[in-house]
């Protein structure tokens, strides 16, 4: 418990914070569209793993992933979820190079799972 609150500590100082903002912002900018409001929920999810990502988990929702939600994930993919993946990604190989990064490496692999398909996930 207490090598969680650590980690995310030196993950909110090391980036996490202004990530967060980031994805909070450009929820807010897709809720400002009535037909965003979906994407800008799925923004918000991320955000909130951005800030604390040390003890929680990305799980597959209850109900399955319907069709709404396959669509759209193909959209988000479209429209910036490889980006952001990518982005993980290229963090995540980074930080796996020092000994010291490779739990933060594991926490950039976690964001980008979801990254790529936000829709049918929930953040425990």
């Not at 912002?25 to 809720?31: D, N, R």
């Not at 929920?41 to 929680?56: H, N, R």
């Not at 933060?104 to 953040?123: N, S, T, W, Y």
Request: a positive charge.
């Amino acid at each position: 418990m207490q090598m969680n609150l650590f980690g995310n500590l030196i993950w909110l100082i090391f980036g996490g914070l202004l990530a967060a903002l980031g994805y909070i912002m450009g929820g807010f900018v897709l809720c400002i569209t009535i037909i965003g409001i979906p994407w800008g929920i799925q923004c918000f999810k991320m955000a909130t793993l951005m800030l604390w990502p040390f003890g929680k988990q990305v799980l597959p929702a209850k109900g399955g992933m319907g069709c709404l939600s396959l669509f759209c994930n193909i959209i988000w993919l479209l429209f910036g979820g490889l980006y952001t993946a990518f982005i993980h990604l290229i963090f995540a190989a980074i930080l796996f190079i020092t000994i010291i990064g490779i739990p933060f490496a594991r926490q950039h692999l976690k964001l980008m799972e979801l990254a790529l398909m936000p829709f049918g996930r929930v953040v425990v």
